[in-house]
């Protein structure tokens, strides 16, 4: 089952021949964006163009796409039919294409020869064709309108018009224009992404998994819903590495489910908590989802700008989850888990100290040294291997390592596949000139209201993240909405986070939520049930990115009581909705309870630093204060059901 929600029923099952070169390229993928990422051509004084390189990558990947990946689910994994091969040789030809004649092509790429036509053609329907294997049709729909509407957007009335552009000229632009399919999407996903990826696979090959299990174990296991609180840390620690929502429901949700079953969740609210935590962890630095290193290039700032700038926002996620757990285990009467099942710290401790090496590494490096995502990304892999050498428990074989690498480049194809994707989407928006316009549509429709065109866009990356990963989302509407936030005010990281916050969504929305659907398939849960649950676990993530758009103090901007007093408000803020949504505090609370908690948790949003909304935050906090005195009272007359029997 696991595997069918990574993906893997999507892959053949090669031998002999067929699965050596499949190993060679997976491994070949992996190895050439670790070395560029690593800056090892400059290092070796070799020049050349990043095109180039980019049209390598397309040569490995691409060819990948028709070997390793089956036509139809139901067709037979064990060998490549010939027509793939086939394929599989257009892709290597479309690719090498680049890396060798690229030098010539760049002084005449406005020259539309026979040559460049025809392989672009070929790219863009092979890149298509390894899109609908690795991902389906919903993005192969979206490339092809927009590829339509730059041909024939002269048959459409007044804003929508444009002049349309030849077959021959759309070939040409979206193959080798550096806004085609040798953009910036694939340029971040094969020097920065590579990198990460290759982090997270070396830490699971020398033990990290279970070293960040066993540690939220020791951590949370004991208190009252430890199990639940378990799968909190645990997938906000995977996180960290992965950047990915439904890897972690999969590789943690394994775990944790179960466990919280047995101590007591019912069986959708342990999909859903699961979900959330997970789901968090695209937000989590110092390792965040694929978007997240697209923003840093987007606006041409360091990564570790962006991640540090994530960092209250992605705390605010987890804290509301955590509280609602909690909250959860206390109004069912759940315990903690027994002690013999928990790990000793002081072992936990002395085997996986050295786990701790590597993040403080890339926290270094990226945010204090100011490196390229990239470099830091591989300095923290070598340092992974580095340091597992040092003691028995965590020194890895060479299969552990060949392992790594291989799965590295497994992992990478979908995202080089979506970055080709993305690039011919932002390709057919710059031809058309559908970008420059919708800034102008966007601002009529909202009337220049700041607040109605945030909303406007939740809405739609929200729906438009049910049938695409939050990648290509966060890239349609960096390019469409992005502009037109920054021109009405808004801070460019602030908007850019804000796009990526609810593409990221999606993912614990229904109907169509991805996150939500493998943990409840995992949990033997109803979806709809888990659906709803998630949504209220979640709820701050729908709230917070408004909050930090219009009072960028919860990014790391203004001055540092500013930053320390919007953090303290919203935290506040935030454990007294999660109280409200949970409906317990002490014991369980009626309608009028649950009211007055929310209301202070909203009274207490951050706010500028005027007297008015100064008072609103004190109006909030002396509510929440009478609130929780108020419950203290009750309880104290009359002690709650819930906890009498966890204490009996």
Same mark, same amino acid.
């Given at each position: 089952?696991?595997?069918?929600?990574?993906?893997?029923?999507?892959? @053949?099952?090669?031998?002999?021949?067929?699965?050596?070169?499949?190993?060679?390229?997976?491994?070949?993928?992996? #190895?050439?964006?670790?070395?560029?990422?690593?800056? &090892? %051509?400059? /290092?070796?004084?070799?020049?050349?163009?990043?095109?180039?390189?980019?049209?390598?990558?397309?040569?490995?990947?691409?060819?990948?796409?028709? =070997?390793?990946?089956?036509?139809? @689910?139901?067709?037979?994994?064990?060998?490549?039919?010939?027509?793939?091969?086939?394929?599989? #040789?257009?892709?290597?030809?479309?690719?090498?294409?680049? #890396?060798?004649?690229?030098?010539?092509?760049?002084?005449?790429?406005?020259?539309?020869?026979?040559?460049?036509?025809?392989?672009?053609?070929?790219?863009?329907?092979?890149?298509?064709?390894?899109?609908? @294997?690795?991902?389906?049709?919903?993005?192969?729909?979206?490339?092809?309108?927009?590829?339509?509407?730059?041909?024939?957007?002269?048959?459409?009335?007044?804003?929508?018009?444009?002049?349309?552009?030849?077959?021959?000229?759309?070939?040409?632009?979206?193959?080798?224009?550096?806004?085609?399919?040798?953009?910036?999407?694939?340029?971040?996903?094969?020097?920065?992404?590579?990198?990460?990826? !290759?982090?997270?696979?070396?830490?699971?090959?020398?033990?990290?998994?279970? +070293?960040?299990?066993?540690?939220?174990?020791?951590?949370?296991?004991?208190?009252?819903?430890?199990?639940?609180?378990?799968?909190?840390?645990?997938?906000?620690? /995977?996180?960290?590495?992965?950047?990915?929502?439904?890897?972690?429901?999969?590789?943690? $949700?394994?775990?944790?489910?179960?466990?919280?079953?047995?101590?007591?969740?019912?069986?959708?609210?342990?999909?859903?908590?699961?979900?959330?935590?997970?789901?968090?962890?695209?937000?989590?630095?110092?390792?965040?989802?694929?978007?997240?290193?697209?923003?840093?290039?987007?606006?041409?700032?360091?990564?570790?700008?962006?991640?540090?700038?994530?960092?209250?926002?992605?705390?605010?996620?987890?804290?509301?989850?955590?509280?609602?757990?909690?909250?959860?285990?206390?109004? %069912?009467?759940?315990?903690?888990?027994?002690?013999?099942?928990?790990?000793?710290?002081? %072992?936990?401790?002395? @085997?996986?100290?050295?786990?701790?090496?590597?993040?403080?590494? !890339?926290?270094?490096?990226?945010?204090?040294?100011?490196?390229?995502?990239?470099?830091? $990304?591989?300095?923290?892999?070598?340092?992974?291997?580095?340091?597992?050498? =040092?003691?028995?428990?965590?020194?890895?074989?060479?299969?552990?390592?060949?392992?790594?690498?291989?799965?590295?480049?497994?992992?990478?194809?979908?995202?080089?596949?979506?970055?080709?994707?993305?690039?011919?989407?932002?390709?057919?928006?710059?031809?058309?000139?559908?970008?420059?316009?919708?800034?102008?549509?966007?601002?009529?429709?909202?009337?220049?209201?700041?607040?109605?065109?945030?909303?406007?866009?939740?809405?739609? *990356?929200?729906?438009?993240?049910?049938?695409?990963?939050?990648?290509?989302?966060?890239?349609?509407?960096?390019?469409?909405?992005?502009?037109?936030?920054?021109?009405?005010?808004?801070?460019?990281?602030?908007? %850019?986070?804000?796009? +990526?916050?609810?593409?990221?969504?999606?993912?614990?929305?229904?109907?169509? *939520? #991805?996150?939500?659907?493998?943990?409840?398939?995992?949990?033997?849960?109803?979806?709809?049930?888990?659906?709803?649950?998630?949504?209220?676990?979640?709820?701050?993530?729908?709230?917070?990115?408004?909050? /930090?758009?219009?009072?960028?103090? !919860?990014?790391?901007? $203004?001055?540092?009581?500013?930053?320390?007093?919007?953090?303290?408000?919203?935290?506040?803020?935030?454990?007294?909705?999660?109280?409200?949504?949970?409906?317990? &505090?002490?014991?369980?609370?009626?309608?009028?309870?649950?009211?007055?908690?929310?209301?202070?948790?909203?009274?207490?949003?951050?706010?500028?630093?005027?007297?008015?909304?100064?008072?609103?935050?004190?109006?909030?906090?002396?509510?929440?204060?009478? /609130?929780?005195?108020?419950?203290?009272?009750?309880?104290?007359?009359?002690?709650?059901?819930?906890?009498?029997?966890?204490?009996?």
């Amino acid at each position: 089952m696991a595997e069918d929600f990574l993906g893997e029923a999507k892959f @053949r099952s090669l031998s002999g021949p067929a699965r050596a070169l499949e190993r060679f390229l997976f491994c070949a993928l992996t #190895l050439v964006g670790a070395a560029w990422a690593g800056e &090892l %051509h400059i /290092f070796l004084g070799l020049a050349f163009f990043k095109e180039q390189y980019l049209g390598l990558f397309v040569a490995l990947a691409l060819p990948l796409a028709f =070997i390793a990946v089956k036509g139809r @689910r139901a067709q037979s994994g064990a060998q490549v039919p010939w027509y793939d091969w086939l394929c599989a #040789l257009g892709g290597a030809a479309a690719g090498g294409y680049v #890396l060798i004649q690229y030098p010539s092509i760049a002084s005449q790429l406005g020259v539309l020869s026979p040559d460049k036509v025809w392989l672009g053609a070929l790219t863009i329907l092979l890149v298509l064709e390894a899109t609908r @294997r690795l991902i389906g049709w919903s993005l192969v729909i979206l490339a092809v309108v927009f590829v339509l509407y730059a041909k024939f957007a002269y048959l459409l009335p007044g804003l929508l018009y444009a002049k349309g552009s030849s077959w021959e000229r759309i070939a040409t632009y979206l193959y080798l224009d550096a806004s085609g399919l040798l953009g910036l999407p694939l340029a971040v996903t094969a020097s920065i992404v590579v990198a990460f990826i !290759l982090f997270g696979q070396a830490l699971y090959a020398v033990g990290g998994d279970k +070293f960040l299990t066993d540690l939220a174990l020791v951590a949370m296991g004991r208190y009252r819903g430890g199990s639940a609180k378990v799968a909190v840390v645990s997938s906000s620690l /995977f996180g960290t590495v992965s950047g990915s929502a439904v890897s972690n429901v999969v590789l943690d $949700g394994a775990i944790t489910i179960p466990m919280m079953k047995r101590t007591g969740y019912p069986a959708h609210l342990a999909a859903a908590i699961e979900a959330v935590a997970s789901t968090g962890g695209q937000i989590m630095p110092p390792v965040m989802g694929v978007a997240a290193f697209l923003i840093a290039e987007f606006l041409n700032i360091p990564y570790g700008e962006v991640a540090l700038a994530a960092l209250i926002p992605a705390c605010l996620y987890y804290l509301a989850l955590f509280t609602q757990v909690d909250l959860e285990a206390a109004k %069912h009467g759940l315990g903690g888990l027994p002690r013999s099942d928990l790990p000793r710290f002081r %072992h936990i401790i002395r @085997r996986g100290w050295v786990f701790f090496v590597p993040l403080a590494v !890339l926290i270094y490096t990226l945010i204090y040294a100011s490196w390229e995502a990239g470099k830091a $990304g591989m300095a923290a892999v070598f340092a992974t291997f580095l340091v597992a050498l =040092i003691q028995k428990e965590t020194r890895p074989s060479i299969r552990a390592v060949l392992k790594a690498i291989e799965d590295s480049g497994r992992t990478l194809l979908e995202i080089v596949v979506i970055s080709g994707v993305a690039g011919f989407v932002i390709g057919a928006l710059q031809l058309s000139g559908l970008a420059f316009k919708m800034s102008l549509i966007l601002t009529t429709v909202a009337g220049g209201n700041v607040l109605l065109l945030l909303a406007l866009t939740a809405v739609v *990356c929200i729906i438009l993240g049910m049938g695409m990963p939050t990648t290509v989302v966060y890239i349609m509407l960096a390019v469409l909405v992005g502009p037109t936030l920054v021109q009405l005010g808004v801070d460019p990281l602030g908007a %850019h986070l804000f796009l +990526f916050y609810f593409g990221m969504l999606s993912m614990i929305t229904p109907p169509v *939520c #991805l996150a939500t659907y493998v943990a409840a398939s995992l949990a033997g849960a109803d979806f709809w049930k888990t659906g709803w649950s998630g949504m209220r676990l979640g709820i701050v993530a729908y709230v917070v990115p408004f909050i /930090f758009v219009f009072h960028p103090a !919860l990014l790391f901007k $203004g001055a540092a009581t500013e930053i320390f007093f919007a953090a303290a408000t919203a935290a506040i803020g935030v454990v007294l909705m999660g109280i409200g949504l949970a409906g317990f &505090l002490f014991r369980p609370l009626g309608w009028l309870g649950r009211a007055a908690a929310t209301l202070a948790g909203l009274l207490l949003i951050p706010s500028p630093s005027n007297e008015l909304w100064i008072a609103v935050n004190l109006s909030g906090l002396a509510i929440g204060a009478a /609130f929780v005195l108020w419950q203290w009272k009750i309880t104290g007359l009359k002690p709650p059901v819930a906890v009498a029997k966890s204490e009996s």
